[in-house]
């Protein structure tokens, strides 16, 4: 309840701002992850070149730390026409369209190339082409990254070095599941929770790519982190359909043209800071890098995700992705 005041309170001021601004549209957009994230920075980016195209009919005010929430209460928000913009992890996301658990899966990206292959053709387009029957717009995919173990108890090597590690996964059945399947005791959390659940030893560990790792501070609080990349979390830039459909065709032109632009920046810039972090993280932390060998065991213990969830998200769709991912060439 503290919350939601809180909310409402920042998106009054954002209000006020924007009449004295003169804008004839806001967009308040809001994230998870802090100021210092690849993904925040793609968002500053993105404001950039929405406010100096649409000669300052749309402002664009940004919200970071989960100061709007979390994914899941943002994306009900843009449902519901109160938030206009946010940029979820997929994972969550599948709560409201199951196919997207596509991209749950373990291993089934093989390098972040292939991700942008599927992302950008026929798949991906297939799968945001399914948002605006919930009520929203997916306007591109950005990039959270690969997924990497950390835990405060001992180094991870091998599956069954998990056994019995409380491990925290977003809200999604299938992360949840394959952190059973290789014997851990999993729990779903929201993201704005999980520093103070590690601090209390609420959870023993989490999974999130190298710059989140270190940026948020999981290194405070975690020892030891495995490069095990299990899944590869891609974001969408979600915009409220309400919102949308407001809007004359130019400035959705601008707002899509902006947000396929700062997609190019932010994967660059993702995968050049998850580089710079992991070298940093080694400083601070004990990061075990797994050999080819040590990562298909993890890779086998997760086979029977690929059964148990093969009905729910569609044989064809799976075959789908594996079979293009096979034919991708550089
Ligand atoms: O801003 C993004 C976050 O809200 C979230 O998606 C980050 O990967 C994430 C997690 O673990 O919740």
Redesign the pocket.
Known sequence: MKMRTGCVAMLLVALFASAAFGAKFTINAG???NDK?A?FQSLQYFKEVVEKNSDGKIEVVLF?S?QLG??RT?MEALKMGTQEM????T??MTAFINAFKIYDLPFIFANEEVADYILDGPVGKKLLDMLPDQGLVGLAYWE?GF?MLTNSSHPVVTPEDLKGLKI???ENPIHLAAFRTMGANPTPM???E?FSAMQQKVVDG????WG?IFLQNFFEVQKYATDTGHVY?P?VLLISKKFWDKLPDDLKAVVQDAADQAKVHNRALNRKMNAEYLEKLKEKMEVVILTPEQKAAFQEACLPIYEQFGKDIGEDLIKEVQELSAGFKK
């Open positions: 994230i998870g992850l994230s993904q970071h989960s979390d994914d943002m946010t940029c979820p992890s994972a969550p959270n997924r925290r996964t977003m929201a993201f704005g999980l989490q999974e999130n790519p989140t979390s974001f």
